[in-house]
């Protein structure tokens, strides 16, 4: 108990500090309730508080110009000047206040109208540099409310003569002698400084609206960059989808009709094993080989699933498949292959034709020997012919296999011709187009 009585002593103890200090600064305080809120990348908000700023400045400039004064107010009549010179002040920053929070547009010139009447009225009746910082105040509060930026040249252009004629009018500038060149220096030092005065505010105003700019054109920037990721995205994810779907039916077609044809074939081998043992053993050996071409597609399927791409050439993966096929079956295959690179879609279209024609072969030709050859020129050229019993063309039915196989082709811009002839085995030419980088 005694322990938490101490820490909500401490805690007490921290907040009346913090209140302390908020009472100590209560101009601090005021100003950041006034402007804590301002989003300065809001150009409306910043020259909002720069009105607020300039504002704050005339006071300050005002109430310093007529403590300047206060001895002269005492002197012989001098109440009269005090009465105008505060009386001026008064109606200038009544104008000015009017302007930050009531008016808008183009009333906002008939406030500026009075504004230069009173401050160039207070060049007669008060003297030193506080007038002319006055005159700059009240052009600062014009040019960083001015919609346009020749309003700011036609207001400094009427400004500049202005302001020279009314100095001019305050001293006696018919006597030749110091006061004339005083006046005269005096008052061409003033037309440098609201030139200077221009040039500098209108410089601070365009590098601040160049920085909105290229603000404005980072955040959206960085909005399209999120909108292309999601795009992107997006894309990524329909087209592994769809290559997913792809590789699926690549399964479905090839790898499961293969196992498809090793049912059958075995299923007629068991058949026939005891009266045409030839036969049966022909047909065990197509299909081994379809089963070893069956698993060898979905090795490459899984390979395609995990993102790993070949990792042999297309020379090479032709002549495993040959291999493959050569290996304790008995057959012979004889081949030419060039090497040649193309895309994936290509790869693997080439491999699993070189297995469907082999399969092809053996199931229903009865063939014991092969002819392969793969030439590249202007197009690449796949030729597989066998040995086996061929057909009449005229009697060709193109199987499953076979359909899927010149559909392919022309998906590719490719194309496929099958040759056959009672007793002169079947022929298999097919041709696709190379890759662009390679034309």
């Avoid at 010139?109 to 006055?134: E, H, R, S």
């Avoid at 037309?191 to 959206?220: E, G, N, P, S, W």
């Avoid at 292309?228 to 499961?256: C, F, M, N, S």
């Amino acid at each position: 108990m005694a322990e938490n009585k101490q820490e909500e002593n401490k805690m007490d103890n921290d907040t009346s500090k913090r209140v302390e200090r908020r009472e100590e600064k209560p101009i601090r305080n005021y100003f950041v309730r006034l402007f804590g809120k301002i989003n300065f990348k809001n150009e409306e908000q910043f020259l909002y508080f720069g009105k607020w700023v300039v504002f704050i400045a005339l006071l300050i400039v005002e109430i310093l110009m007529i403590l300047q004064h206060v001895e002269d107010f005492k002197a012989e009549k001098g109440w009269i000047n005090a009465i105008v010179l505060i009386s001026l002040v008064v109606i200038l920053t009544v104008s000015e206040a009017f302007q930050i929070f009531a008016v808008h547009g183009n009333a906002r010139f008939i406030f500026y109208a009075i504004d230069t009447v009173m401050a160039c009225g207070c060049l007669f009746f008060a003297y030193g540099i506080y007038p002319l910082v006055l005159y700059i105040l009240i052009l600062t509060q014009f040019y960083i409310g001015a919609e346009k930026f020749r309003f700011s040249v036609i207001v400094f252009g009427v400004s500049m003569p202005l302001y020279a004629v009314i100095y001019g009018m305050r001293g006696d500038i018919t006597k030749i002698g110091n006061e004339f060149l005083d006046v005269l220096w005096y008052g061409l030092g003033s037309m440098i400084t609201i030139t200077f005065h221009f040039v500098a505010v209108q410089i601070a105003l365009a590098f601040y609206r160049q920085y909105l700019k290229l603000d404005q054109t980072v955040r959206d920037l960085n909005e399209s960059k999120q909108k292309l990721q999601k795009a992107y995205e997006a894309v990524a994810e329909v087209t592994a989808l769809e290559e997913r779907q792809r590789i699926a039916k690549e399964i479905h077609d090839t790898a499961g009709h293969s196992i498809t044809t090793v049912i059958m074939q075995t299923e007629a081998a068991k058949r026939i094993i005891d009266s045409n043992p030839e036969e049966a053993k022909a047909k065990l050996v197509a299909a081994n080989l379809q089963a070893k071409h069956a698993l060898e597609e979905l090795r490459d399927s899984v390979h395609l699933l995990s993102g790993r791409a070949e990792n042999q050439t297309l020379q090479a993966a032709l002549q495993n498949i040959i291999n493959e096929s050569t290996d304790g079956t008995g057959i012979i295959i004889r081949s030419s292959i060039e090497n040649v690179r193309v895309s994936a879609k290509k790869y693997r279209f080439i491999c699993n034709s070189l297995k469907e024609g082999i399969s092809n072969g053996l199931r229903h030709g009865g063939a014991t020997a092969f002819w392969f050859e793969l030439s590249v020129d202007k197009e690449i050229s796949f030729l597989l012919s066998d040995n086996g019993g061929g057909m009449y063309e005229a009697n060709l039915k193109k199987g499953f296999g076979l359909s899927t196989m010149q559909d392919r082709a022309k998906a590719l811009g490719g194309n496929v011709e099958f040759k056959t002839e009672e007793g002169e085995g079947f022929e298999i030419h097919l041709t696709l187009p190379l890759d662009k980088e390679e034309d």
